[in-house]
């Protein structure tokens, strides 16, 4: 039964495909972070979001309510199931790992799939394209890649949407040129190493050739991790040699693995924990650090703790309050604000 039901899904997602629908249908181009020329429908009313963090993006721009499939782990978001509460009635076909449940994606009827571009398509893109479900990639690694991933999804979702993009970008830009206009006259030896944990366990590193790279440069810091690349292993042999001035703690559990960190005396000696710079990422409709809309607030805060004596008249959390009431049309509480950014929400 469950076969059948496949296949008859299949049968109409083909039928009802660009390919066999009448050649008068207006449909349009949008050319991805491949460098490919996706056609799309004119209206695009229906978009299964394969990227967990980009959700939150489409949330942002407005274009929620077109989510026809997510991923698990942008359902597990909870400041992104508290901003909109339908993300848990929408069909997971991505699972965390991102792989594909292909079933689940074409029950959804998508018009269009949105993706993180790494440098290769999906490796589940051949079981859609027999199905002439267009794919647009979008770029994950730096913080321009993100203001070109915004503009991208908001082409994609439509002409309102596609404004909010700009004025997100517009905002981005100024947060961008405040701190660089403190940070960039400074030396080398007035930046302090940071080091940037990746994952529930503490031993991984997000290292060069990242978003976490641009934003703690852009901040004024050095990134201590010598690798390249998100979620590198590294052994405590190599913290301890790198030995950070700041530690930042992202991914959840992030309060946990803070206390894990200040409680082993392995970790006693490295400078950041003598000093108390142990420090929790925020986290809300994504994570602050990654490529998510949030990225936005993430430099300000970062610049923030890295150099509190270059941004003293920065106030995070006025900031904060600001941009959940334009962009996410929420009014942060006091418990609400603190949740976020110490990263304790359930």
Excluded: C
């Excluded at 296949?7 to 972070?33: H, K």
């Excluded at 790279?213 to 590294?234: E, F, K, M, S």
């Excluded at 904060?320 to 976020?340: M, V």
């Amino acid at each position: 039964m469950r076969n059948e039901s496949l296949w008859v899904v299949a049968a109409w997602l083909l039928a009802t495909s660009p390919m066999q629908t009448s050649r008068a249908q207006v449909t349009r181009e949008v050319t991805d972070a491949a460098g490919r020329v996706v056609t799309l429908p004119s209206t695009v009313n229906r978009v299964a979001d394969a990227w967990h963090a980009n959700n939150a993006l489409v949330l942002m721009l407005g274009g929620a309510d077109k989510l026809v499939a997510t991923t698990v782990q942008a359902q597990r978001q909870p400041w992104l199931r508290k901003l909109y509460p339908r993300i848990d009635q929408v069909p997971a076909a991505f699972n965390a790992a991102g792989d594909l449940n292909v079933e689940t994606l074409l029950g959804a009827r998508p018009d269009v799939i949105l993706m993180a571009y790494d440098g290769a398509l999906p490796r589940w893109s051949a079981a859609v394209e027999a199905y002439h479900v267009p794919i647009v990639l979008m770029p994950n690694t730096s913080l321009e890649g993100l203001k070109t991933t915004a503009r991208i999804t908001g082409t994609v979702l439509g002409p309102r949407e596609a404004e909010v993009a700009e004025d997100y970008i517009r905002y981005f830009d100024a947060n961008i040129r405040r701190v660089r206009r403190e940070t960039e006259r400074l030396s080398a030896g007035q930046r302090p190493k940071v080091l940037h944990t990746s994952s529930a366990g503490i031993l991984t590193a997000d290292g060069l050739d990242t978003v976490i790279d641009d934003w703690i440069r852009l901040a004024g810091g050095r990134n201590a991790a010598d690798v390249t690349g998100n979620g590198r292993p590294v052994t405590l042999e190599q913290v301890a040699a790198w030995d950070p001035d700041v530690i930042i703690v992202g991914t959840a559990p992030n309060q946990l693995s803070r206390k894990a960190i200040l409680e082993d005396p392995r970790w006693r000696e490295i400078k950041a924990v003598k000093n108390g710079n142990v420090l929790v990422n925020p986290s809300g409709a994504y994570l602050w650090d990654r490529h998510s809309a949030e990225a936005a607030l993430q430099v300000l805060w970062a610049a923030k703790m890295i150099h509190p004596e270059l941004f003293s008249d920065l106030d995070i959390k006025r900031e904060t309050i600001n941009f959940y009431a334009k962009y996410f049309h929420h009014a942060l509480t006091d418990d609400e604000y603190s949740s976020i950014v110490n990263a304790t929400a359930p």
